[in-house]
């Protein structure tokens, strides 16, 4: 039972248009969200997060914007970079407890 | 630079060997999370400890798998029997455990191939 969807497995955008990824969750209880990125042979890091008191958070080249009565976030990137190149891991939480449900991630590639 | 140190980075084994992953959180966080990614499955949790205390181990498979944390700056995962299904890649992250940011520091994983 996924509680966290990360429904496009791969995106490829060019080098400096936008890259959308989105992300679905089912638990009404999630109230706080993270987006994590990963490089081959490297754990995740964290990159942006909102708080359901939001709708949108924004931190340089990346945007996260929050749906709650869709149930939906989505990470903006402008412009992509190829360094943006990466596997992107959403993650949703209950308040302030510590665990963590993460997506089945979504491979980003940024082509020149 | 505080970070999660994770060994070995590659284990191989052959079925039915147990095996061992150590994880060293970073100092003063006092949450540490075990994951397994897998394709299918993306980051999956198996077991996470405040302040060395067991909170949940659901994702784990019981008769097989034990986390443990001897002292603050050791955290065990093993594996025994190890099955060629328990090839993955295993996370280790901390965390401080307060605040509403709950943003976790993950290792750079023990790669796992049961033969």
């Known amino acids: 039972d996924q509680q966290v969807k990360q429904n496009s497995p791969s995106l490829s955008v060019q080098e400096g248009r936008i890259s959308i990824l989105n992300c679905d969750y089912t638990?009404?209880?999630?109230?706080?969200f993270l987006w994590y990125k990963k490089y081959p042979a490297e754990g995740p890091t964290f990159l942006i997060s909102?708080?359901?008191?939001?709708d949108k958070n924004e931190d340089g080249r990346f945007t996260v914007f929050l749906n709650k009565s869709a149930k939906h976030l989505s990470l903006h990137i402008v412009p992509s970079q190829p360094g943006d190149s990466a596997v992107y891991f959403c993650?949703?939480?209950?308040?302030?407890?510590?665990?963590?449900?993460f997506g089945t991630g979504t491979r980003l590639q940024v082509t020149l | 630079d505080a970070r999660v140190t994770q060994t070995p980075r590659h284990k191989v084994t052959e079925m039915g060997q147990e095996v061992t992953m150590r994880c060293q959180p970073i100092?003063?966080?006092?949450?540490v999370f075990w994951y397994r990614q897998t394709m299918m499955q993306g980051l999956e949790l198996l077991a996470y400890?405040?302040?060395?205390?067991?909170?949940?181990d659901s994702g784990m498979p019981k008769d097989r798998f034990s986390a443990e944390m001897p002292d603050a700056t050791l955290a065990t995962l093993k594996i025994q029997p190890s099955e060629p299904r328990d090839s993955a890649v295993y996370f280790c992250?901390?965390?401080?455990?307060?605040?509403?940011?709950?943003?976790?520091?993950f290792g750079a994983g023990t790669r796992l191939s049961v033969l």
């Open positions: 992250a901390s965390g401080p455990g307060w605040g509403a940011k709950n943003i976790q520091y």
């Open positions: 638990n009404s209880m999630f109230d706080y």
């Open positions: 909102i708080s359901s008191i939001k």
């Open positions: 993650a949703a939480t209950p308040g302030t407890a510590s665990k963590l449900t």
């Open positions: 100092l003063g966080h006092n949450t």
């Open positions: 400890f405040r302040n060395r205390a067991p909170l949940d």
